[in-house]
Antibody, heavy 120, light 106 residues
């Protein structure tokens, strides 16, 4: 069974940093593209970014609102993907989900999400 | 970015009703359209990909159709457990989601 478990959310002040983790199991992690998707309170879904497998170059891509502030990385030895968030703004307040990003750019499996609140 | 317009934004229907949700894109995306279901307080779940292919384990009362710029998600016989918000997502380019359709049970 595929499982994705996010952690690391919490309250942070504007301008601060936070690192989210997503531990995966139930599939061959090193073969999977992975993505982060967020959802502001009461709002819809917004793709944040993704990371490819090392075989596919390990490259990343980001949505415009977070480019230059957020960094996605992966540790295949730990079956974990990370989201480093810097220079946080109030508009980054959201539940952050990690997801497998399957062929055809579909979000196959999702974690339960972790809440990030940016407030003074 | 490709813009996604879902309609209606919410609907209320009775158990057994046929429910239709539409998604329109700002440019042609062939069949690169996926649908997700998000139940209250839960993570989204993939229902349908490439417009009409049912994800494993999804009940057959969910069907998807369309191509180009106009797509439809149909629930052929609404069940109480279908209470959720439904999102479309284009996978033709950098992913974007529709605004969601909240489905309530009368």
């Amino acid at each position: 069974e595929v499982q994705l478990v996010e952690s690391g959310g919490g309250l942070v002040r504007p301008g601060g940093s936070l690192r989210l983790s997503c531990a995966a199991s139930g599939f061959t992690f090193s073969n999977a593209w992975l993505s982060w998707v967020r959802q502001a309170p009461g709002k819809g879904l917004e793709w944040v970014g993704h990371i490819k497998t090392k075989t596919d170059g390990g490259t990343t891509d980001y949505a415009a609102p977070v480019k230059g502030r957020f960094t996605i990385s992966r540790d295949d030895s730990r079956n974990t993907v990370y989201l480093q968030m810097n220079s946080l703004k109030s508009e980054d307040t959201a539940v952050y989900y990690c997801s497998t990003y399957g062929s055809g750019r579909k979000f196959d499996y999702w974690g339960q999400g972790t809440l990030v609140t940016v407030s003074s | 970015d490709i813009q996604m317009t879902q309609s209606p934004s919410s609907l209320s229907a009775s158990v057994g009703d046929r429910v239709t949700i539409t998604c329109r894109t700002s440019q042609s995306i062939s069949s690169y359209l996926n649908w997700y279901q998000q139940k209250p307080g839960k993570a989204p779940k993939l229902l349908i990909f490439v417009a009409s292919v049912l994800q494993t384990g999804v009940p057959s009362r969910f069907t998807g159709s369309g191509a180009g710029t106009d797509f439809t998600l149909t629930i052929t016989s609404l069940q109480p457990e279908d209470l959720a918000t439904y999102y479309c997502q284009q996978s033709y380019s950098t992913p974007t989601f529709g605004g969601g359709t909240r489905v309530e049970i009368k």
